[in-house]
């Protein structure tokens, strides 16, 4: 009989230690994180943005690649730094204040 | 600026549209002046434009810094940037006199505040939508 009782209690034991409805809420918690943990979500909204393509241009329109703006930098004569090809048709002053 | 450019950039600048060019101002005094040089100090590297945006997106954090030019040197961190180099350049003040002259050249061609836009011809005072900037070049185009 006393034999049987510890059969019993071991076989209980190994039960509740296997069922996942058994878990108490804090050992749940690691798995619901760890999922948040594998979202891409940053992983792929990065690279989205720096491939962002640019707008296909008309076969006569000079264009500069898409890469990272300070690329497509150089200074005018008076100094200042400027984005995009010189001979622009449109230039746009920027004035601003930095601070 | 900062909102729209990107979006500026990829429909006219890398299309051959527009050009882009930055006249830095120093209305805020010597904070404006050391947020400056540090964007030229990066210029140097090739990394004006780069440094432009980290300065403004951490504006908050410069407002506080007890020392702004360790500040604007940790911002290089970000960068691909050679900071002994961007050190010794902040710390000679190689741009200040240019900066001055730039400073006195957007006076005397009239911009009292900030921010201005000349498009072309077209004088823009003050903060601008992408649609309303669009709008504007659109409409002075040849």
């Known amino acids: ?99 | 600026m900062l909102e729209v450019e990107p979006q500026l950039i990829d429909t006219y600048v890398r299309t051959g549209t527009l050009r882009i060019i930055s006249r830095p101002l120093l209305q805020s005094g010597p904070s404006s002046l050391r947020a400056a040089h540090a964007t030229a100090c990066a210029g140097d590297q090739q990394q004006y434009f780069a440094m432009r945006s980290l300065v403004y997106t951490n504006i908050g954090m410069l407002y506080t810094a007890d020392d702004i030019d360790v500040a604007l040197s940790e911002l290089t961190s970000q960068l691909s940037i050679d900071r002994a180099a961007f050190d010794t350049c902040m710390s000679s003040n190689k741009h200040e006199q240019q900066l001055y002259e730039g400073f006195a050249r957007a006076k005397n061609d009239g911009v009292q505040s900030r921010p201005v836009f000349d498009i072309n011809e077209t004088r823009v005072i003050g903060g601008r939508s992408y649609a309303d900037l669009v709008t504007i070049i659109e409409s002075v185009q040849p």
């Not at chain 1, 296997?18 to 690691?30: E, I, V």
């Open chain 1, 1 to 99: 009989m006393y034999k049987y009782i510890i059969w019993v209690c071991c076989c209980l034991g190994f039960l509740s230690a296997c069922t996942p409805a058994a878990q108490s809420p804090s050992t749940a918690l690691p798995t619901a994180t760890t999922q948040r943990e594998a979202s891409p979500v940053i992983q792929t909204t990065t690279p989205i943005a720096t491939l962002t393509p640019s707008r296909v241009p008309s076969d006569d329109t000079a264009t500069v690649p898409s890469g990272p703006v300070d690329a497509l930098a150089s200074q005018t004569t008076e100094g200042y730094y400027q984005i995009g090809n010189a001979d622009a048709p449109i230039t746009m002053t920027d004035y601003s204040d930095f601070f």
